[in-house]
C-alpha cells in the first residue's frame, strides 16, 4: 500500500500513535513511546517513496523496540531501575539496520527486568497486560513486544531470546516469533543476559497470504517425501528382482512365521508359502512388504500426504489468525466471542478435512470427519484448562 502510493508513512504512523495513544495506558506495552521521532521519519519515509527512492519492504513501517537495544538520544531501561536514566550515545546495530532500510521506529517495549523472566510482569514498570483477556499474563520477557503487535500499536518488533523469550509472549499473544540462528543478528549495543545464549529475534503478525504460502510449502514438501518413498521402493524392487534365483529354505521358515503372527495355522501357510516360492519375482514383492515394512506405492499417496500436511498447517494457523479477521469485520465483538468463534472454524475445518481425507483414504468420510474434529476438540479444551491453571 505504502509503494502503491494508496497511503503513506506519515498517515500509518498518526493511525499507530493513535492506536498507542487509545489502548497503551491499559496493556502496557511501551515504557517509552517516541512520538516525535517516529513522525519525523515517517515525514522523510513519505517525501522520499513520494521521490520514487524506495528502500525496501521496511520503509515508512511502524516498528517496535524491545527496550533493551539502545537508541540514541533516547532512554533505554531494560525495565530496570539499574538503567532508569541510561540515556545512550548510539544506536545498537539492529536499530542502525532498521534506520537504513527506512523504517519508523514508534517506541520503546515493556519486557521482564532485565529480560529475565517468562511472565510479563515488572515490579518498576508495572505488568504488560494480555490483549485477548487483561487479567492474564502476556508471557516474557518480550512481553511489550508481543503486546504491541496482537493490539496492532505496530507491524512488527524486536524482542530478544534467550530461552523463550520471543516465543513465549508470542504464544501467549497469539502471533508469531522467530529465533535466528545464533549469531545471524549483530547484538552490538544490546543489553546481554547471557551472551551465549542470547539471541535478537522478531514478532509479528500473520496473514492468509503466509499462511498459504506455509500450506504449499508443507503440503510441496508432503508429496515429495511420499514421492520419494515411492521411487525408493521402484529401485530396491528392481534390484531385489535381478538378484533373486533361488528362495532359501530360511527366508521360507521366516516368512511362515510371519503368516503365524497374522492368524494363520500352519496347515493354511504353508500352500501360500509354497506357491510364492515358485514365482521369485512375486516372493520379492511379498518380501518387500511383510518383511522391509516397504509398499507398493499407490498413486494417490503423495496426493493425499500433501493434502493432510497442507491442511493440519491451515487449520493450525487458523486459530491465532481468525480473531483478527472476525474482530476486522465486526469491530463491537467481544475478544471471548471471537477466539470462540474461531475455535469454532477451526473445528468446522478440521471435520471437511477428515471427510476429504476420508474419501481418499477409503474409509468412512463421516467416521473419519468425526474422529479429526474430535481430537482438535479434545485438544483445544486441554490448551484453555491449561491455560486456565496457569492463569
Known sequence: MLLKGETTPLAVTKAVLARIERYNPLLNAFITVMAEEALAAAAVASAEIAAGRHRGPLHGVPIAVKDVFATKNVRTTAASKLFGDWVPTADSAVVKRLHAAGAVIIGKTHLNELACGA???????????????????????????????????????????????????????????????????????????????????????????????????????????????????????????????????????????????????????????????????????????????????????????????????????????????????????????????????TLVALFVFGFVKGRFTGTRPLRSALQTALIGSVAAGAAFLIARLIS
Open 119 to 345: 511472565t510479563g510482569l515488572n515490579p518498576h514498570y508495572g505488568p504488560a497486560r494480555n490483549p485477548w483477556n487483561v487479567t492474564h499474563i502476556s508471557g516474557g520477557s518480550s512481553s511489550g513486544s508481543a503486546v504491541a503487535v496482537a493490539s496492532e500499536m505496530c507491524f512488527a518488533a524486536l524482542g530478544t531470546d534467550t530461552g523463550g523469550s520471543t516465543r513465549i509472549p508470542a504464544s501467549l499473544c497469539g502471533v508469531y516469533a522467530i529465533k535466528p540462528t545464533y549469531g545471524i543478528v549483530n547484538l552490538e549495543g544490546m543489553v546481554p543476559l547471557a551472551r551465549s545464549l542470547d539471541h535478537a529475534g522478531i514478532i509479528v503478525t500473520a496473514g492468509f497470504a503466509e499462511i498459504a504460502a506455509g500450506a504449499i510449502a508443507m503440503g510441496l514438501g508432503g508429496y515429495l517425501a511420499a514421492k520419494s518413498d515411492a521411487e525408493h521402493y521402484a529401485k530396491e524392487r528392481e534390484r531385489e528382482h535381478r538378484e533373486v534365483i533361488e528362495i532359501p529354505e530360511e527366508e521360507k521358515r521366516e516368512v511362515a512365521q510371519v503368516l503365524h503372527t497374522y492368524g494363520l495355522t500352519k496347515e493354511e501357510s504353508t500352500p501360500i508359502v509354497e506357491a510364492l516360492s515358485k514365482h521369485p519375482k512375486k516372493w520379492v514383492d511379498f518380501m518387500m512388504r511383510f518383511e522391509l515394512g516397504l509398499e507398493k506405492p499407490d498413486p494417490k499417496r503423495a496426493f493425499i500426504s500433501a493434502f493432510t500436511i497442507a491442511a493440519s498447517y491451515i487449520a493450525g494457523g487458523f486459530i491465532p489468525l481468525a480473531p483478527y479477521v472476525v474482530t476486522a469485520y465486526w469491530e463491537n465483538m467481544r475478544v471471548g466471542t471471537a477466539l470462540l468463534f474461531s475455535v469454532a472454524l
